[in-house]
């Protein structure tokens, strides 16, 4: 057994990390059978001290181990190795040494300013992007140097003309009110003796550029564009030198004339400065930047990966629209820009106009409502090569105007598509014999890669793009067997709930960072995010802190956030609801207005979350609390029931959504009911809407489980399998290559839904990956952190195999089955070092393994398939053929 992936709190790298005392945690590599850890050894070396202590650790926990040594210092370096001891008296070698180094921990470590170019207070027009220059002298020779560094607004940075580091878009977005991260850099490899530069370029990004639907606003979090950098050198002699953004440092402006999120670059290649942030370069017509105002208790060190250009496409395909555009095809709907070889004559506008599809053979650019989605580039007559570094975009299709008259056609292989995320580390991988639901799952992978820069998103394309809560709300489990979202979405959730908490009424904002105007409007399904997405990234991660940090957010959006009917504690039946927004059969303009009562929805969930509250409670240790959350809950029950449960088990929204959410939140006073309810929800799939959904935000997450919950497992694979409109497969037969944002988003005719909210790039129905991973797949956390692993493979529908693996903190779990001839099922389950299983295999009792591989061949008769439609032969019906 081999110790790996050693990391200290949520970091994929931890170099100018936040935590003086960052916990540890590693994982196992080998498939040993029944290995244990019984306890482990830490060393910590410490080079500024030259110090090396080696601690005990005489535990099984190999997750958020807390820091043995002392705390560390602000800009301190240590080198910590580990190894465990098996229970069988096993060593493990020493792992790799992983270096952590702290960044500035106090406002009092930052010794520089907050500078600014020209102060815009215009709420109608862009900032002009803002170039900021300072010549530094080196005559030491340095051993370490680092550069801390953020912005209002995005930037790049540069030493003597080199770019640092490869992220994107930098600091990224967060709740500016409350915290503003910063980066740290080795800036060493740049420096030179002599007369040095730092340069940075900073845009508008989401700061002080134009956010929100129906024109927006600017300005949100401030009016000016601003830089903070500090660098520190240490030198061979040991001594020291900190320089930071002062009044030395002197602004202007380059070719970039404007860049903004949602309308796209306008970059004038003729006024490009060459050499500006090198020595040789004359500043003197450069103008001295002010000095602003800057709270240093913001500033904080990440908590995840910062946002990367991870991938390049190569186009598939150009020609020329009916109307005479020419139009590329990326093949793939993605988030990014592209990055094009131009040239033409001096003073030529070339416009890259980005869309998701097409309609009638054009770019449909109604849905970006009012984005533009456009990358001006004025040319200087000479070949350029351009990509655009502060707006992105959501596109499969790029088209370029104004392309010179008289030259030919472009050349598809002088546009690359450049796709850009926050770099998490990808976790989970899904694939099973049948090849449509397989482009459905990565469908799915690439919703989450469009709509996770830096903030958790609801779409990348229109004019919106904004972290809406509910959204993640649906998806957070998913995300988090995808990928390693825990980094990310600490620093989200930290920005949501001091978002929450700095208002009187302890309402979450529905979408943070907070865009919208005025009082936040509490809404249950949205407002409920602060309860569940700490739970789901507790019980993907194992990490209570993400349970703990947000535990009085939590309390105060339950006890003081929810509008309350003063009599029974259930919701105002008069307050307005989202609803199960997007249930298919609601008015395309009127999203939340869906068949299923929305107060029943924001009722269901209010137990669902009180429940939760119980469980957090528990594990927090608060069991005065959690025993008044439990009776609360069985409480709202009973006034649940008397509200909306028959004695029979109807319930009065006869819907799928309704009857899910009674069923998988256990709302039913007696099982009798329970199954009554369940046949009258397997009758409304077969009878009314035939195979097809019947959900939207609040039911879609969770049809699958409750039909699993009850036995009708067979059942939901066949809506799974379902190819017309609105079913999961639909859109993948329309040729989708991400999630939609409505079960219609295409209609089947080719045209776009003209309704004024229309995404081709919306995670939250891509929550059927959870199910798939859970059930088909049949891995899923037994408990928390996945120290206890749900291995349950359920085959169904016409699939004869199935292979899934998941990096799971302990490390890799990973199951694949097989039909075999003769009404066989092998299965094989890998189950990571200090970790257990509960293996259950179709009709077999459950078993409890440790780590290692298990294989078993079982004998299995596949269900009858397709589970038979309700009517009789001579009443057949379309939808009834899978
Ligand atoms: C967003 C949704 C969001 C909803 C709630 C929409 O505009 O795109 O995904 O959750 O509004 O009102």
Redesign the pocket.
């Known amino acids: 057994m081999k110790i790996s992936n050693l990391r200290v709190e949520h970091h994929a790298e931890p170099l100018g990390i936040g935590e003086p005392n960052p916990r540890l945690s590693w994982s196992f590599e080998g498939l040993e059978p029944n290995w244990q850890q019984q306890a482990c050894e830490i060393e910590v070396q410490r080079p500024a001290s030259s110090q090396v202590d080696v601690f005990t650790n005489p535990t099984s926990q190999s997750l958020y181990v807390p820091w043995p040594a002392t705390a560390l210092a602000s800009r301190e370096i240590a080198i910590v190795r580990v190894r465990a001891v098996s229970t069988a008296r096993e060593y493990t070698d020493w792992s790799m040494p992983l270096t952590v180094e702290v960044g500035l921990l106090q406002p009092e470590d930052w010794a520089c300013s907050l500078i600014q170019g020209p102060g815009q207070s215009s709420n109608t027009s862009p900032h002009i992007p803002v170039l900021f220059r300072r010549t530094f002298e080196l005559h030491k020779s340095p051993q370490k140097a680092r550069l801390y560094i953020s912005a209002q607004g995005v930037y790049e940075s540069f030493i003597n003309g080199c770019k640092i580091g490869d992220h994107v878009l930098a600091p990224g977005w967060t709740s500016y009110d409350h915290q503003l991260t910063y980066q740290t850099f080795d800036i060493l490899p740049q420096l030179k003796p002599g007369t040095n530069v730092i340069g940075a370029e900073v845009a508008e990004g989401w700061f002080c550029g134009r956010l929100g ?1 129906g024109g927006g606003e600017r300005n949100i979090w401030g009016s000016t564009l601003g830089l903070i950098a500090q660098i520190c050198i240490t030198y061979d002699d040991s001594t020291e030198d900190i320089l930071g953004t002062d009044q030395a440092w002197k602004y202007s402006y380059g070719p970039l004339l404007r860049a903004e999120i949602y309308d796209g670059e306008v970059f004038d290649t003729r006024a490009m400065l060459a050499g500006w942030n090198t020595s040789e370069f004359q500043d003197r017509d450069w103008q001295s930047v002010k000095i602003g105002v800057l709270d240093y208790g913001i500033l904080r060190a990440p908590d995840g990966p910062p946002m990367r250009r991870i991938q390049e496409i190569a186009a598939k395909n150009g020609w020329e629209s009916p109307s005479k555009k020419f139009i590329i095809d990326f093949g793939q709907n993605l988030v990014g820009w592209v990055r094009c070889k131009l040239h033409g004559p001096s003073g030529l506008k070339i416009d890259l106009i980005h869309a998701e599809v097409l309609e009638n053979g054009e770019c449909a650019t109604k849905p970006l409502r009012q984005a533009k989605c456009t990358d001006t580039v004025i040319l200087n007559g000479q070949p350029v090569i351009y990509e655009p570094r502060f707006t992105f975009h959501g596109f499969r299709y790029l088209q370029v105007d104004g392309w010179p008259a008289n030259s030919k056609s472009p050349d598809i292989q002088d546009f690359k598509a450049v796709v850009v995320h926050t770099d998490m580390v990808r976790t989970g991988w899904f694939e099973c014999s049948d090849s449509v639901l397989n482009r459905l799952h990565e469908n799915v992978i690439w919703s989450m890669r469009g709509n996770f820069l830096s903030v958790p998103t ?2 990348p394309q229109r004019d ?1 793009r904004l972290g ?1 809560t ?2 993640l709300q649906a998806f957070a489990p998913t995300a988090c067997f995808l990928y390693n979202p825990y980094g990310m979405l600490r620093t989200w959730l930290r920005g949501l709930t001091k978002e929450q908490q700095a208002d009187p009424s302890k309402v979450p904002p ?1 979408v943070s960072p907070n865009t919208l105007k005025g009082p936040p409007h509490p809404a249950a399904v ?1 407002g409920d995010s602060v309860v569940s997405i700490p739970w789901d990234l507790f019980r993907g991660s194992g990490d209570r802190a993400l349970v703990a940090d947000h535990y009085s957010a939590m309390t105060d959006w339950i006890q003081k956030g929810i509008r309350r009917d003063d009599a029974g504690g259930l919701w105002d039946p008069g307050h307005p609801q ?1 609803g199960d ?1 997007l249930e298919p059969t609601a008015p395309p303009d009127d999203p939340g207005n869906g068949p299923t009562d929305e107060v029943l929805v924001a009722n269901a969930f209010l137990i669902r979350m009180t429940d939760l509250m119980a469980q957090i409670s528990l594990i927090l240790g608060r069991e005065k609390q959690s025993h008044e959350y439990s009776s609360e809950a069985a409480a709202l029950r009973q006034e649940f029931a008397r509200n909306y449960i028959t004695d029979q088990g109807r319930v009065v929204s006869d819907t799928q959504t309704a009857l899910a959410l009674s069923i998988q939140f256990s709302l039913f006073p007696n099982s009798a009911q329970e199954q009554k309810a369940a046949s009258r929800l397997v009758h409304l799939i077969k009878a009314k809407t035939r195979f097809k959904i019947g959900t939207g ?1 609040a039911g879609t997450p969770i049809l699958g489980h409750a039909l699993t919950k009850v036995g009708q497992t067979q059942l939901f694979y066949r809506m799974l399998f379902h190819k017309k409109c609105p079913s999961w497969l639909y859109p993948v037969t329309m040729g989708a290559t991400t999630v939609w ?1 409505r079960w219609d988003s295409m209609r089947p005719d080719g045209t776009v839904n003209p309704s004024n ?1 229309t ?1 081709f790039n ?1 995670y ?1 129905f891509g929550a059927i990956a959870n199910w798939m991973h859970s059930n088909i797949a049949g891995l899923q956390p037994a408990e928390p952190g996945w120290k206890k692993i749900c291995i349950r493979p359920i085959p169904g529908g016409s699939l004869t195999s199935c292979h899934a693996r998941f990096l799971s903190p302990y490390g890799l779990a990973e199951v694949k089955w097989k039909l075999l001839d003769g009404q066989k099922l092998y299965v094989e389950a890998s189950v990571p070092g200090n970790t257990t299983a509960e293996i259950t295999l179709p009709g077999e009792s459950p078993r409890d393994v440790e780590s290692g591989v298990h294989k078993y061949t079982v004998d299995y008769e596949p269900p009858i398939w397709p589970p038979l439609p309700i009517y009789p032969p001579f009443m057949p019906h379309d939808d009834d053929e899978p």
């Open positions: 639907f609801d779409c919106e809406w509910g959204d529905l949205w989202l927004w935000f944002e909210m995404s919306h939250a």
